[in-house]
């Protein structure tokens, strides 16, 4: 008996540090979160207050401006390659090249662009500074309206391969990758060009901006007409957790000096350091993450100093899952890719060398990106079974869940109210009542989904060890028969792109 009770009290003394241990993360993540606000709030607020004595004209006008290298790669994209390409030689700026790479595409993407813009192969001298798949063939349109295009045909060898072949070809001093599926706003080049020209004092790597959600937009022409909250509820769940990824994420961590992803939807990036640190690593299904902390990293390591700009600014829309195993699997790549990067840079784990990006930035993202779903996973399993077998009080479960689910809501609603009172893109009281409903309900739904397919993420990378893509299948963009009337299509095959 006494055994049995020395048992007892050993298991409760476990529980309790288990117990407290859980509560001081929830703290330390509320917290967390409440800090990220606070400076992406007065970022954004100044940010707006600033943007409207820019003149956008003058750097659409000055020879100061940088040549930009577009480089868009393309697989299977034969039912909207041709207007994505419209839309990107549309855009507003003074010097820049579209590059657009097919992929090894087995549809008629190549010559369907071949016939469009009167396409003809060309004799082009690259450095092959990166080294990727065979390159085919390069083309050049005849006519000489269009000598700012550039399209490259290559054997496939995955996205992050055929951006490399992009980099080899261009000319810019800056390249912009993107998806080639994605709407672009026609200043984007302008905002996301502008602090880097109106501070020369540093030296800038990288420049960001905000993505948002296409899904159920009026698109004529390949630009924006409406702004329209999804109706598909999975769509919506991930407008919100966009608005608060960008709202209050990444601006903040542009002023810490910690911003380790620029989006794979968008993003410039200074090509000679691109270069020097390597390209686009073919080796991770994260390239966008990985290739930001490499040149951060390559930054540091050749004492060269350097700035990461974020604009907080809408300037590229695109089309999310709204299917649930669509979803899953482009989260489980994330989660996938993170990891990777997270392991391959592991020697920046609070070493004081790389500053900010080591010390603040990089333990975060171990802690509280990576971790914290695993931590939620297995904290929330824990916690249930012991109130299910009554070694936890079932009412300490709730009033700990309501806590922290009331917290995600206020953020959420905080975000919402950021969003309405600087960028206003949904305007309709309708589609404001929405978001509001799915702020309320992602905590209590669409978070599960999130936190289940980061736990697969990771079992798919440490025990199955899966390297692959998987398979993308998008619903695709079509222009608006009026401007009013809102459309939905389907049948379009997106990209699969296997990393090798």
Avoid at 339 to 362: C, D, Q, V, W
Avoid at 415 to 444: C, H, M, S, V
């Amino acid at each position: 008996m006494k055994e049995f009770d020395t048992a007892l009290s050993t298991l409760d003394i476990l529980l309790g540090i288990f117990n407290i241990l859980i509560y001081l993360y929830t703290i330390s993540v509320m917290l967390s979160y409440l800090i990220i606000a606070f400076f992406s709030i007065r970022f954004a607020f100044r940010h707006l207050k600033s943007s409207k004595s820019i003149n956008y004209l003058s750097i659409l006008q000055s020879p100061e401006a940088p040549m930009i290298s577009i480089v868009a790669p393309a697989f299977n994209e034969e039912r909207t390659i041709v207007q994505n390409i419209r839309s990107l030689l549309s855009l507003e700026y003074r010097d820049y090249e579209v590059i657009i790479v097919n992929d090894g595409s087995t549809d008629n993407t190549l010559q369907r662009v071949i016939e469009t813009y009167d396409l003809e192969p060309v004799r082009f001298s690259s450095p092959d500074t990166l080294k990727t798949q065979p390159v085919r063939a390069i083309y050049r349109s005849r006519n000489p309206v269009l000598k700012n295009l550039l399209v490259i045909d290559k054997e496939n060898g995955g996205k992050a391969d055929a951006l490399n072949a992009g980099i080899n070809c261009a000319s810019g001093e800056y390249i912009m990758n993107i998806d080639v599926d994605c709407i672009l706003e026609r200043d984007c080049l302008l905002k996301m060009i502008h602090p880097i020209l109106d501070d020369p004092e540093n030296f800038a790597i990288a420049s960001g901006g905000v993505v948002r959600i296409a899904n159920d937009c009026v698109i004529d022409k390949g630009v924006i007409k409406k702004v329209n909250v999804p109706r598909n509820w999975l769509a919506r769940f991930q407008t919100v957790e966009y608005l608060r990824a960008f709202l209050l994420g990444r601006i903040a961590w542009q002023k810490l000096d910690g911003l380790l992803l620029i989006s794979g939807a968008l993003g410039i990036f200074n090509k000679k350091i691109m270069i020097a640190a390597g390209g686009y690593s073919t080796k991770t299904v994260g390239e966008d993450m990985e290739i930001a902390v490499r040149m951060r990293r390559y930054c540091r390591e050749n004492g060269i100093k350097y700035k990461v700009y974020f604009v907080p600014e809408p300037l590229v829309w695109t089309e999310v899952p709204e299917k649930i195993g669509q979803f899953l699997r482009q989260r489980n790549r994330w989660t996938r890719g993170s990891i990777e990067t997270i392991l391959a840079h592991r020697k920046l784990f609070f070493n004081p060398k790389y500053k900010s990006l080591g010390m603040i930035a990089y333990p975060y993202w171990v802690f509280y990106e990576w971790l914290a779903p695993l931590i939620e996973f297995f904290g929330l399993s824990t916690l249930l079974l012991l109130a299910l077998l009554g070694l936890f009080q079932a009412t300490y479960l709730f009033l700990f869940l309501s806590t922290v689910i009331g917290f995600a809501i206020v953020f959420t609603i905080i975000t919402i109210y950021i969003e309405e009172t600087t960028y206003f893109q949904y305007k309709d009281a309708k589609g404001l009542r929405r978001l509001i409903l799915t702020g309320i309900l992602e905590p209590l739904s669409f978070h599960f989904l999130v936190v289940w397919s980061a736990f697969k993420g990771n079992w798919d990378y440490f025990i199955e060890g899966k390297v692959t893509w998987g398979k993308q299948v998008r619903k695709g963009f079509d222009d608006a028969p009026t401007r009013e009337k809102q459309i939905r299509v389907s049948g379009t095959t997106g990209r699969l792109t296997p990393v090798n």
